[in-house]
Nanobody, 120 residues
Framework: QVQLVESGGGLVQAGGSLRLSCAAS????????MGWFRQAPGKERKFVLG????????YAADFVKGRFTISRDNAKNTVSLQMNSLKPEDTAVYYC?????????????WGQGTQVTVSS
């Protein structure tokens, strides 16, 4: 069982940056692939970025390549999402998620989400 708590959301102007963090409780954090997802109002939740348990491999949706990066610190049981060059269309609730094994596919554990609002 893994519990996830996101932090770092807020209001930022277009072109600005924001860093989200996700703290995980439980054992064997490095056994879990981690992902960030987002859900805009009235839209489906979308995959944003994923990272393997070791941190060696990352996966990004096309719409964030070159702007967002994911990283993890297995010693601190945290995963971060660095968001640069933010656009109003990045406004959404951002969720941290975890799954055993490789990144991709469905995730088993979810945080409560953190709101990111980008003003134009």
């Amino acid at each position: 069982q893994v519990q996830l708590v996101e932090s770092g959301g807020g209001l930022v102007q277009a072109g600005g940056s924001l860093r989200l963090s996700c703290a995980a409780s439980g054992r064997s954090f490095s056994s879990y692939a981690m992902g960030w997802f987002r859900q805009a109002p009235g839209k489906e939740r979308k995959f944003v970025l994923g990272i393997s348990g070791s941190g060696r491999d990352t996966y990004a949706a096309d719409f964030v390549k070159g702007r967002f990066t994911i990283s993890r610190d297995n010693a601190k049981n945290t995963v971060s999402l660095q968001m640069n060059s933010l656009k109003p269309e990045d406004t959404a609730v951002y969720y941290c998620a975890a799954k055993l094994g490789v990144a991709g596919g469905s995730y088993d554990y979810w945080g409560q989400g953190t709101q990111v609002t980008v003003s134009s």
